[in-house]
């Protein structure tokens, strides 16, 4: 089983500046992302993640999606967004509680054509990175699999 971190970098979320003298914090907020090689189903991916980084990717911002388009390039991997089962009553979410990531309809554009679809009437509740876009599949395919490291990071200048 072989771990590649694909990407690392700080995002500064905010400044905050002190009165009392000339120094400043600033908050950063680092984030690994790990594709993995070993193929496995959305749940059993999702276990991996937060066994060993802290979950499944979820897409902090459209930067990232495009990074994560352009790792995964013609390769497939499950990422942490799932929907409700069924076709009227599908919502998207990202898999780690209390996550924003990217809202939701800014991802459409991301979809293959037509997708989300339920491809043969059948349930595909979980999201895939593939050639590039996004696709809805069934969660008990086999994939390779993005998990993240998300951490904040306060530095004094």
């Not at 002190?18 to 914090?25: A, D, I, K, R, T």
């Not at 979980?126 to 996004?134: A, D, E, G, S």
Request: charged share 25%; net charge negative.
């Amino acid at each position: 089983l072989q771990s590649f971190p694909i990407l690392s970098q700080y995002d500064v979320l905010s400044v905050t500046f002190l009165v009392s003298g000339q120094c400043f914090l600033v908050t950063c907020h680092h984030i690994e992302y790990h594709l993995i090689e070993e193929a496995k189903t959305w749940d059993e991916a999702q276990r991996y993640c937060k066994e060993k980084y802290t979950d499944l990717a979820t897409v902090s911002d459209m930067t990232d999606m495009k990074r994560l388009r352009e790792i995964v390039n013609t390769q497939e991997a499950w990422i942490g967004l799932q929907s409700n089962p069924g076709q009227a009553n599908r919502r998207w979410h990202w898999s780690l509680p209390g996550t924003q990531g990217v809202a939701l309809s800014d991802l459409e554009t991301y979809f293959h054509n037509k997708e989300p679809n339920d491809h043969n009437n059948i349930l595909e509740n979980c999201v895939q990175i593939r050639i590039k876009r996004l696709n809805d599949a069934t969660c008990d395919k086999n994939n390779k699999f993005i998990c993240f490291n998300g951490k904040s990071i306060k530095t004094t200048f």
